[in-house]
């Protein structure tokens, strides 16, 4: 396999001064985004069918085993406080449980009947979304879980940084992320890894731009859990309707803290309650909810 396999040119390596290491090793990271780069039209294939499963109550199903499941994780933990994603709509499936986060557990990305068992206990089915990583394409566990995924009707995006491998085969989306041999040969948090963040970020951060948790760059479906995104939330109720920070701050307290109902009080709404009404006509998108406010309909 590719990421198992040593490049000739790196011989001698750990002779290497630190400056020629260094080079080499950030040369990696870049072709770790390249990589990702070169997959665009695969991740534009999954948007669509994604974003539809999702706007109508999926959950987002990850799926892993290692390091691939750690950046599972972290991409996934991250919508929530970004986006407001719903935590009951995320689902991490982790070969050897959580336990498995921060330590190793032997043997068990080897059981494949653990990865089928875990989508069935998690009641994975057709309006989910799975992706499941793993940078060989032949974890047990990982492909196991993702066969039964699209078994039960699931979206199913398998990646991989090897051609030719199970996960790709079992995926209805598979993509291959072409990340080659690594510069300490088979240690795919290296540039594998990074290639499958990048991805996860990616993929993730469009999915919920498409569902309509982002206004002009702005993340305005925050969850404001701390000052700086309290100040966060005041500074973009006021960029996008020009109120200053007082007027945003006392709009966002009557809203209980939620951008998109501030704004369109801001915009002339009457309250938060037809605030909420008029963006839940909208599947809770604020373009469409500002301009038939703007339009003179009613909430």
């Known amino acids: 396999m590719g990421t198992e396999t040593r490049s000739p040119r790196l011989t001698g390596l750990d002779l290497w001064p630190d400056r020629d290491l260094l080079d080499t090793l950030v040369e990696g990271q870049m072709a770790a985004v390249a990589a990702v780069?070169?997959?665009?039209?695969?991740?534009?294939?999954?948007?669509?069918?994604?974003a539809a499963r999702l706007q109508a109550g999926g959950r987002l199903v990850y799926i892993g085993a290692?390091?691939?499941?750690?950046?599972?994780?972290?991409?996934?933990?991250?919508?929530?406080?970004?986006?407001?994603?719903?935590?009951?709509?995320?689902?991490?499936?982790?070969?050897?449980?959580?336990?498995?986060?921060?330590?190793?557990?032997?043997?068990?990305e080897d059981d494949a009947a653990a990865g089928a068992a875990a989508v069935a206990a998690a009641g994975v089915g057709a309006s989910d979304v799975a992706i499941a990583l793993a940078a060989s394409g032949r974890t047990p566990y990982t492909v196991a879980a993702l066969d039964e995924a699209r078994r039960r009707g699931a979206l199913t995006v398998g990646v991989a940084n090897n051609p030719d491998t199970p996960l790709l085969v079992a995926a209805e989306h598979p993509v291959r992320l072409e990340t080659g041999p690594e510069a300490i040969a088979g240690s795919t948090r290296m540039k594998a890894g990074?290639?499958?963040?990048?991805?996860?970020?990616?993929?993730?951060?469009?999915?919920?731009?498409?569902?309509?948790?982002?206004?002009?760059?702005?993340?305005?479906d925050l969850r404001a859990t701390s000052r700086k995104l309290e100040r966060r939330a005041v500074a973009m109720v006021s960029a996008i309707t020009g109120a200053d920070a007082e007027a945003a701050a006392a709009a966002l307290d009557r809203c209980g803290g939620r951008v998109k109902p501030a704004i369109l009080l801001l915009s002339g709404e009457a309250d938060p309650e037809a605030a909420v009404r008029r963006l839940d006509r909208h599947a809770g998108r604020l373009r469409p909810a500002l301009a038939s406010l703007k339009d003179g309909e009613g909430p």
């Open 37 to 50: 780069r070169a997959i665009i039209p695969d991740l534009e294939r999954i948007a669509g069918p994604a």
């Open 66 to 108: 290692g390091t691939s499941a750690r950046l599972a994780v972290q991409d996934g933990v991250e919508l929530t406080p970004t986006f407001d994603w719903p935590p009951e709509r995320l689902v991490f499936l982790i070969a050897g449980g959580t336990a498995a986060l921060t330590r190793a557990v032997e043997g068990a």
């Open 194 to 220: 990074t290639a499958q963040r990048v991805l996860l970020t990616v993929l993730s951060s469009l999915l919920m731009v498409r569902l309509g948790r982002v206004h002009d760059g702005y993340m305005v």
